[in-house]
């Protein structure tokens, strides 16, 4: 960063409380800081002449009481600014530009012997702050609250999900600010414990400004500390943050020099704006791993979907009463029902090679499934040893021979402390048989008891997971982990997170998908598992009575509007060979781009965007939409002019409907140039697809 300006500010701390003011590249968003009477810490910032956050306090409180909100002298005061354009491993583009103007100011309590600086990045689209404690006498500190506040400049529109230490399972609700009401229910919540906090939503949380600007408050670079939620006093339309405890009842332990993550407002005119951000990957560090050639998007499918709608089991036997330590698996009887056996298999490895697949994910495959659902276990599995009729060394040969991978599933149950202590050798284990792909799981209560998904000792977790597995070139996906802060930049072994409500909950609303995007998927890619062809459910698992709420151009929509390096084609062999005209396009697309653009979108009613390949000429458009059918006249100004293009068109077909008629769709294909417009309807829960293969003239 290069330091423009540094006043030592001497005048400043004898009394005179001089205001600050840092604005943005472009002078749109000001950001103005103030020592208040009392030596408050207070932000406020305007955004387009707009004021978006009103004068908000800043600080801590410790264990010990010492207040880290008030009484603060300035010390120094520094400005900088930064103008760097980086190439991220894979992406929604080849380069980011990272863009912004800084103010730190350095703060001072003589009387607690305690330095605190705040530094501020002032970015077009954003504005983020964080607090750093350098080094001092007193080495820890014991944080108990984190004071940040968000007063809201009005009564925005909020897309929320009610604060939670454990889970963001759940659908969004929106509402304005001050209807968001202090008991949200918990009627959806599939997976693990839940935590529901009163009074409090989760980050991201999507705003939109009676005037029509769009904000987001989300943190980045959530490194060594607890997850943010925000609390509400819903009246005064103020937020403030509200940490995750540990089990120890503090909110966290730091150690100094320490920089906590960052506190970010995003803001734009339009809705794509906050779409098209990369401001929460240019808050967080530089790649971290040297050599980064064995990371690679990655297309997979699984033999999950069967299991996981209830047409087959993860585990090997119904045994009951069961005790891993002393129960013998090859005395034991099969239960006819599992999946992950040599047979089966085989036989989607074959599917998965034949169709344009990169790896077969393999859940079930060790031995411990019978025991393990809420728990609370420390032990259940080591990650290593396959159940009797899974021969993992053929397996993988097998996959080999064909040109595809295996992928590792790891469920911890929580257990984080037991996967600690079989990790190493759990992935020596996948260097051993040829894997460089895990998912990994936290279902259920983290271990030890009161411990949270959330909180810093978790955190910690996680990070750690994807730092070990760098070490063996290993590319991750966690489930259930904490949502994500950007740290793919830093870790892009770290391809995806699950980390809010996916596929495998697809009885929910049809606006789902088009939230998604403005929330979860600021932090980083998500494995949504896109892809299903069968919306009714007994089809693939007999007795299942779910009816999935979204059409075939939907799914295949998905591939474009949920960016992600790793994705999936989440249904079976058998719905595929229904609909391999459909398959053909999740085959074809690309999973890393060199642009993309937003086209046009609104949380909760519709999606469209489109991205050029990174390794072709080739561009893509996709969308999808929520309750309202719409008409969609795409204008193909994004094509390169003056070249002619096959556009190859999954569209809803007339009658498609994710209710009442889901599997209507229809493709055809025709010649395009940047001056074209194609016409499209899409359903309700529909969507589209559109291939532009470049023609060479
Ligand atoms: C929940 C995950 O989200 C799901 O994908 C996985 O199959 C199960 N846990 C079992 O680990
Ligand atoms: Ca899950």
Redesign the pocket.
Known sequence: MKIALILPALAISFGLQAAEQVTSPDGRLVVDFDLGRGGIPTYSATFAGEQIIKPSHMGFVLADSTKLDRNFSIVNIARGSEDETWTPVWGENATIRNHYNSLTVDLAQPRHGIKMNIEFRVFDDGMAFRYVFPKQTREYLVIDAEKSQFAMGSDDTAWWQPGDYDTQEREYIKSKISEIPAHANDDFMP?ASTTILPSSVQTALMLKTPSGKYLNIHEAALIDFPAMHLSFDAPALTFTSALTPGIDGHMATIKTPFSTPWRVVMAGDKSTDILATNIIYNLNDPCAIEDTSWIHPTKFMGI?WK??TGGAS?SYTDAENFDLATFDYSKAKPNGRHLANNEEVRRYIDFAADNGMDQLLV?GWNIGWEDWFGKEKDYVFDFTTPYPDFDIKALNDYAHSKGIKLMM?H?TSGAIGNYERHMDAAYELMNQYGYDAV?S?Y?GNILPKGSYHYDQRAVRHYLDAVKRAADHHIMVDA??AVRPTGWARTYPNLMAN?AAL?Q?YQTMSVRHCTILPFTRLLGGPMDF?PGIFEMDLSKTAPGNTTKKQATIANQLGLYLTMYSPLQMAADTPENYFKRMDAFQFIKDVPLDWSKSKYIDAEPGEFIIVARKDKNSENWYAGGVNADVARPVDLALDFLEPGVKYEAVIYADGKKADAIDNPHDYKITRRKVTAKDTIKLRMARGGGFAIQFVKLSI
Do not use: L, R
């Open positions: 997976n999950w299991m996981i993860w859940e599933h469920e998912k799981g279902v489930h259930e699950e996916g495998e598992t």
